[in-house]
């Protein structure tokens, strides 16, 4: 009877976060006018699903069938929120920066559509819903190791790594590839070896993936003042680090088949996106064509969903050599 009334008054916590964030957000859009589109860019949506995704996956992984239905439910949605929210303070901490820049002047805070404290109400909002259901129906280590992420997100790196280093993107990419990790111990409230070789692909990943961006738009981030590495150390220098990491990267995702995680399926997907990664990284170091730094940012966010959609079926289908 008290575990059924404990389940009550924490269904009624996260409703009440829910409506909360819910109200408050209306309450907030109704001061400027500002549409449910201006708050859904300031979530980074497609950012947010990509993460989501390796966390769904994450929540898969760690159960031989399928796992209990609330830790893939409110688990994944309590980390999804806590992504939004640091995307949202993401926005706010860099809306000057943006307002310098071509690709992102037009973003609601830049524009005028939303002011400061709009996105940071809603920004707390959803970090709050995001605690609250975690705690309530999942478990507290993944409500700590959640809430750990988004402050070094959009604390550490958006504040201060951004800002003070051309290894931004290396040492805050430990943010970013944390959801797999999330996932796992939302399922088995304790980390294992297995989600680390996750994290280890994310975050050797994520260099290739944000210089190649960084090379593209280089122009607007020295007219922001941001240290990228096409700035502070220059083109040719990056094209350099893009190879190399992408090397390591190729790598690191064949751990999960050397470890026994993961079987033919994942070996063979992970071979063919890997020789394609590579090839575009080699292409970016010994020519100079202009359309390839975003051809490989545009892959490369191809190349991470479908490797963890190959780890997902290989673990549903399993295959050996044997």
Not at 17 to 37: E, F, K, L, M, P
Not at 128 to 152: E, G, Q, W
Not at 194 to 212: E, N, R, V
């Amino acid at each position: 009877m008290r575990q059924s009334e404990a389940r009550i008054l924490a269904a009624g916590s996260a409703a009440a976060a829910a409506g909360a964030a819910t109200a408050g957000t209306a309450a907030i859009a109704g001061t400027t006018g500002a549409s449910w589109r201006d708050y859904l860019e300031l979530t980074k949506p497609r950012v947010v699903a990509l993460i989501v995704l390796t966390a769904v996956i994450g929540t898969l992984l760690a159960a031989p069938g399928l796992p209990p239905l609330d830790a893939l439910v409110f688990g994944n949605l309590g980390i999804a929120l806590a992504a939004a929210s640091a995307a949202a303070i993401n926005h706010l901490v860099d809306r000057r920066i943006d307002a310098r820049m071509g690709r992102t002047r037009k973003r609601p805070l830049p524009s005028g559509h939303l002011a400061p404290a709009q996105a940071l109400i809603f920004a707390l909002l959803l970090g709050v819903a995001s605690m609250v259901i975690l705690v309530a129906f999942v478990n507290v280590l993944t409500a700590v190791l959640t809430f750990a992420s988004l402050i070094v997100y959009a604390l550490v790196y958006t504040v201060w790594l951004k800002r003070a280093t051309p290894q931004n993107i290396v040492i805050g990419g430990a943010a970013g590839a944390a959801p797999p990790i999330l996932g796992w111990v939302a399922v088995t409230n304790h980390i294992d070896p297995q989600p680390l070789l996750l994290f280890l692909i994310i975050f050797a990943w994520t260099p290739p993936h944000f210089w190649a961006l960084a090379i593209a738009r280089r122009h607007d981030y020295a007219k922001a003042d941001i240290p990228m590495l096409p700035v502070t150390h220059g083109v040719e220098f990056t094209r350099l680090h893009v190879l190399f990491y992408t090397v390591l990267l190729c790598v690191v995702t064949m751990l999960p088949y050397m470890t026994g995680m993961s079987g033919l399926i994942y070996l063979l997907a992970a071979a063919l996106l890997n020789a394609r990664f590579l090839a575009l990284a080699i292409a970016l170091k010994i020519t100079r064509r202009d359309e390839l730094p975003m051809r490989m940012f545009r892959f490369s966010i191809s190349y991470l969903m479908w490797l963890f959609l190959a780890l997902l079926l290989d673990h549903y289908l399993p295959t050996t050599l044997g």
